[in-house]
């Protein structure tokens, strides 16, 4: 009876060490959050959010340095979103890289961005349809992040993007989006679109998805973790997915969505353009 006892303690021991232990990730996520730095609560809350969130933030923007200052202090990995033209002719704002540019234009435009947003560790393209289809600029693009010890996410605005290519050509940590979470920003497509950056996580290993400050989608991110936890995925800052190859290209290869613009509402009244060779733009902190 006594050994009885002992070995129903030590099954009961097991167990309750068990149910203490995390379950191991089947797969890992990053969730990009594109657009920050027009509307100053969207992008609180968007900082706020529980989890290794990565912020791309759009440069020269009202709130921009603020809320690249508040992600990082609660510990969200900060990306330069580069505004680059696009086949619609939506306006860029400040910082725009287009086509037609020459080298020396190109470089202090990138560089005037990459100095105004605190804390970057990454770059992705915010609108980009006609840039990224052009092999020259991309080249200086990722010779400049090389140069810098930073990765490049492609948002796949195009289905000829070339930007992904000229990376891995260098060898620059870089990836491609799977997954646009809000194109359709209602709850019902967010949602769908979740569960599916979930389900390439477990199928591909990994996984990036990108949305936008939109309440719906914050509605859905703040009640992310249960969904994490269903499929077994975790959450990652999006450098923890770079690669140095193209392994995870020809996977989970998706419909050519596009992210054209940021939220209406969040457009300045007046776009004013940018001088590249301006002094305050350049001593701007």
């Not at 060490?17 to 797969?27: E, I, N, T, W």
Request: proline residues 7%; contains cysteine.
């Amino acid at each position: 009876m006594a050994k009885c006892f002992a070995s129903g303690s030590l099954w009961l021991a097991v167990l309750a060490l068990s149910l203490s232990q995390p379950v191991f990730a089947q797969g890992s996520l990053a969730i990009i959050i594109d657009d920050i730095g027009y509307s100053l609560a969207l992008g609180k809350r968007t900082a706020d959010l529980q989890g290794d969130f990565t912020l791309a933030v759009l440069p020269f923007t009202p709130h921009g340095i603020e809320l690249a200052q508040r992600g990082h202090q609660r510990g969200k990995e900060i990306m330069l979103h580069a505004p680059m033209s696009n086949r619609r002719n939506y306006p860029l704002g400040p910082g725009g890289l287009v086509s037609g540019m020459q080298r020396a234009e190109f470089l202090t435009v990138l560089r005037q961005n990459l100095a105004n947003i605190p804390h970057v560790q990454g770059v992705n393209n915010h609108m980009g349809s006609q840039l990224t289809e052009q092999a020259e600029p991309m080249r200086w693009l990722m010779a400049e992040l090389k140069l810098r010890g930073l990765y490049f996410v492609d948002s796949r605005t195009s289905p000829q993007t070339k930007a992904l290519t000229m990376a891995e050509k260098i060898q620059l940590p870089s990836r491609k989006r799977d997954v646009f979470l809000d194109d359709e920003p209602t709850r019902s497509n967010i949602r769908y679109q979740l569960l599916r950056a979930l389900e390439l996580a477990q199928q591909q290993g990994s996984a990036i998805a990108i949305g936008h400050p939109y309440p719906e989608t914050l509605t859905e991110l703040e009640q992310l973790q249960p969904l994490l936890n269903q499929y077994k995925v975790q959450l990652v800052k999006a450098s923890q997915l770079m690669l140095l190859s193209g392994k995870y290209q020809q996977l989970g290869e998706q419909s050519n969505t596009t992210c054209i613009a940021p939220p209406i509402n969040l457009w300045p009244q007046i776009w004013v353009p940018i001088d590249p060779f301006s002094l305050d733009l350049v001593l701007m902190p």
